[in-house]
């Protein structure tokens, strides 16, 4: 065989793995509309199976994730969710061009500009989903605020499989439409209600994030008084003992100003103003010689507060509640958050990334602030130089049947306080302070720093802390 002929059977072959690629891109489309493999295998008539082992190919094709696993269904990674809308117009308009209808001829035009939100691109009743999707559109750039989130509600709030995530800047606008109080509370409601039961997208977070923080005037990350941000929202049926703000005084002690930012009047609200410790008035105090402070959500971001205060009428967390942990009121260059385990357990560390942050850690467990938790194995989501990298971390043994328990005829500050007075020593909950300071140290001191030398460095800060006690 010649070389022109070589060439021509190398060409051949490349076109048939190309269209082979191309159906890889029908069932990304699929996957990314309906959420769900079943629904997915089901809309394009393949086994589930089938559809699994494309995803599989998918993964291969890209070097990377596309879909997290969740109990909700399938969540796109934040790389599968920027590339949505370019799938979804080309096989939208492929479909466009194999079945243009009687009245709805091929045209030499560009793909289309507002590609339908379903795969069944055409309907008997009604307008079709691309006019839907146009309809969408148009209401996106209106001028009414209000008519606005109409369409960012119908956008995130309709059937599965007709439906999409807001793009960040969407977010942004939608969020900062509701920090505005210039909506109905019908419309509030049923935006955070949609949200809740779809699941948060990384991009809308960030844009929630975005819009949150200008809202509330607060600094560029990296330019606030701050260098640790420790958001820590602990639901107000909490039990235990907030051991991890002993751990962010170690921190402090070390020569680092922290920040923790939480719910006004909660416990670690509670806790501060029971050892007396720094409670700050507004983000200008953060200013201060303090090293360690507390600033209740209600005196930076009351927009958000007020949001996240309807939980008794929900019985469950809506948006405002995961935007709380991306404030960072003293714009801290690295921040530290705890999050429940969840069905997107890298939901904020995505969203750091998203938004350009350097360095953020989110250590996984039962609390909505970042503790390490005896007997228990966590995940730690890290960002440190624009690397993700995730690590297992494991708490220190107990020691005893209970962690923690209150000292005899003490409350739960008082023993919260012998604790870090020394009249009161669990070697559990001791070991708790030192492994969670420790994490905090080693996203402070960068990637070349390795958990066994900032676990040390907290001990010493710990066996300090009990000399000046004393």
Do not use: C
Not at 334 to 346: I, N, Y
């Amino acid at each position: 065989m010649d070389g022109a002929a070589a060439n021509v059977e190398d060409s051949a072959v490349d076109i048939v793995q190309d269209l082979d690629r191309l159906k890889l891109l029908i069932v990304f489309d699929a996957l990314l509309v309906e959420g769900n493999l079943g629904r997915a295998a089901e809309k394009l008539g393949k086994t589930p199976s089938a559809i699994s082992r494309n995803l599989r190919q998918l993964r291969e094709h890209y070097g990377q994730e596309v879909f997290y696993r969740t109990g909700k269904g399938m969540i796109p990674t934040p790389f599968a969710e920027s590339l949505r809308l370019r799938i979804r117009a080309l096989v939208s308009e492929a479909n466009a061009l194999l079945y243009p209808g009687p009245d709805k001829a091929a045209s030499p035009g560009p793909l289309l500009h507002h590609p339908p939100l379903a795969l069944n691109q055409w309907s008997e009743a009604g307008p079709d989903s691309t006019e839907l999707a146009r309809r969408l559109a148009v209401s996106a750039r209106h001028a009414d605020p209000v008519q606005r989130f109409a369409g960012y509600i119908a956008m995130i709030g309709n059937a599965a499989g007709q439906t999409r995530p807001m793009s960040q800047s969407e977010a942004e606008d939608a969020f900062g439409i509701l920090l505005s109080g210039a909506i109905a509370d019908a419309q509030v409601g049923a935006f955070l209600i949609a949200l809740r039961s779809r699941g948060l997208m990384s991009q809308e977070l960030a844009g929630f994030s975005r819009a949150a923080r200008q809202h509330s005037q607060l600094p560029a990350i990296g330019n606030g008084p701050a260098d640790l941000d420790w958001p820590a929202y602990l639901s107000p049926r909490a039990q235990g003992i907030p051991l991890f703000i002993h751990a962010a005084r170690l921190v402090a002690s070390a020569g680092y100003k922290v920040v923790l930012h939480g719910y006004d009047g909660g416990i670690v609200h509670q806790a501060f103003d029971h050892a007396n410790l720094h409670v700050a008035p507004s983000t200008r105090a953060l200013s201060s010689t303090n090293s360690l402070a507390f600033l209740p959500i209600g005196y930076f971001a009351p927009g958000v507060s007020k949001l996240a205060a309807l939980y008794p009428l929900f019985m469950m967390p809506n948006a405002a509640h995961f935007v709380a942990a991306m404030l960072n009121p003293g714009a801290a260059g690295t921040t530290l958050a705890g999050q429940r385990g969840g069905e997107h357990p890298k939901l904020h560390r995505d969203t750091a990334r998203l938004l350009g942050w350097d360095t953020f850690g989110v250590l996984s467990g039962q609390r909505d602030a970042a503790q390490i938790i005896a007997g228990k194995g966590q995940d730690l989501f890290l960002l440190q130089a624009e690397e993700t990298t995730d690590h297992w971390v494991v708490g220190p043994t107990v020691q005893k049947s209970k962690q923690h328990p209150h000292a005899a005829g003490f409350t739960r500050l008082e023993t919260w306080q012998a604790i870090w007075d020394g009249y009161f020593e669990p070697p559990t909950a001791i070991g708790e302070i030192i492994e969670t300071a420790a994490v905090a140290l080693k996203l402070l001191g960068g990637p070349e720093v390795s958990l066994t030398n900032a676990r040390e460095f907290a001990r010493e800060l710990w066996a300090r802390r009990r000399r000046e006690t004393s």
